[in-house]
């Protein structure tokens, strides 16, 4: 196995052309910049690596969600429970039997799994994980007095194995800096400054006092990561603030994982703020993970609870992100699979599209194309982008974020969904985009739809903070309104929206606002000059289908 290649960091080497009895796994490491090694872990630490072992029907799995996603099918909305989920994908004996003998006879026997079976969490010292997976070599690594550890060098693990794995968790993924929220001052020449608050959005919206939840087991959640905790008290504050003359909850109902101390962080005070600002009344969880062991993926971690809870909301929102080309594909294309077994029992997870529109990576010299980002780019979730008021000082119509994250997959194939939608697009604007070489047109485009993404005020220990901005702020706004669809669905005994995507592209921008004017940020070089692409008429790659009106929204998703 030739995996010492890449130890440089960087380095980047696709190791599945090799046909070896050792088959190396990761076929990506790069070790971020910003990540210093501090040097080679005690023998005897303890380390949690998670195991993703090969599950059955995913073809199956991924037909059946588009039968009940698809408002024009018989089996719309009849959706699975987490036992039924569990019986179409768990791996099968002979994969079980495999992974654990494998594990056994390292004397790896402290493991815990998940209802779906298709994970497998183990606790281990660094020695016997070295020994277990050949080549790994496990550092300790700080970040902004961050710690945690990783292997420096790609692993293999024996061919009889390897055939019964998807990836190895905790061992080289390095948690991404997090969508930077901007905190900008734009120019204020009359010295007004209308910062975005829950009213404001409510009045862009069009929600009415009477457009708060009231159903009893109405439920949505927002995830965090990267350290980020929420204040109770903040959240208090804020609705104190902000929170006008609708009927809202000031509390959260449940926290699920250890919030850690210290300060509040700015993305988790923002989320939880605005999806119990739109999404008001609605009862809503926090799902935090500031992860046990210093080997442990957060976000990896997040998506086993949900493989683990028969109980969910219905509507989850993650402003998470990572470039598509730090990932491996075999890691995203699980992390897909995940995604699909959530919409399949009939959860809607929405995704920010990012920051830095349609990014920027360099390949060589004056060579440039755009970046994906992952799981923005993933098929099966809704993801989000970002607007701002035309006039900053009115509640005037929408027009691009420049930050506004969108594009083209590399990985994953245009969902049918979207073709024609987006066809529409590629023709409509065909002389003004950018050259061919910095995207695939035949990769899933997003954003889906979008929000307001600029000026928001957020409550953060204790003190009011304005100009906040980012794809964060409008992820948890159109969360919000989903769950109040849900609301109504559930009070007339409808099943959940589920995975909207297929039904939301069947409306064809009808009931939302058309952004059309502006264009998002791309690679500052003479072909594109700083530009990605431009929002059009109709479906665009920097604001989806547009900003929600939600009066017709709903009435337009309460059929069926
Ligand atoms: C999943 O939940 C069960 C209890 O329902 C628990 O025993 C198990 O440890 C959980 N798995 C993980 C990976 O936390
Ligand atoms: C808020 O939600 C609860 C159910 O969780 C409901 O009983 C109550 O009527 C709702 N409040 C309003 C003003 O609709
Ligand atoms: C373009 O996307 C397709 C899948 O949508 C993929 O198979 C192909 O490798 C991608 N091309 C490049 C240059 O990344
Ligand atoms: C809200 O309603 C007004 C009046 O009908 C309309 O002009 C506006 O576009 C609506 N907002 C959105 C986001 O569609
Ligand atoms: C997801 C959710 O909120 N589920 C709740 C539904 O109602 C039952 C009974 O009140 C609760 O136990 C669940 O937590």
Redesign the pocket.
Known sequence: CNCSNSLKPGCVLNIFSYIYIMKCFSSFLRIPEDWTRVGRVDPAEELELTFALKQQNVNLLEETLRWVSDPDSAQYGKYLTLEEVASLVRPSELTHKVVRHWLHSHGITNCLTVRTEDFLQCTMTAEVAEKLLPGSRFNRYIRDGQSLVRSSAPYSVHDDVHQHLDFVGGLHRFPPKGQDLRKEQKSSKEGIHLGVTPVILRT???LTAADVGTAQNNSQAVAQFLEQYYHPADLAEFMSLFGGSFQHLSQVDRVVGTQGGGKAGIEASLDIEYIMSTGANVSTWVFTNPGRHESQEPFLQWMLLLSNMSDLPWVHTISYGDDEDSLSTAYMMRINTEFMKAGIRGISLLFASGDSGAGCRHLGKEQNSFRPSFPASSPYVTTVGGTSFKNPYKVT?EVTDYISGGGFSNVFKMPDYQVSAVEGYLKTVAAKLPPQSYYNVSGRAYPDMAALSDNYWVVINRVPVPWVSGTSASTPVVGGMLSLVNDHRLLKGLPTLGFLNPRLYKLKGQAL?DVTEGCHLGCLDEQVQGQGFCAAPSWDPVTGWG???YPALLAALLSE
């Open positions: 862009r919206y069009n119509y606002f900003t929600p009106n």
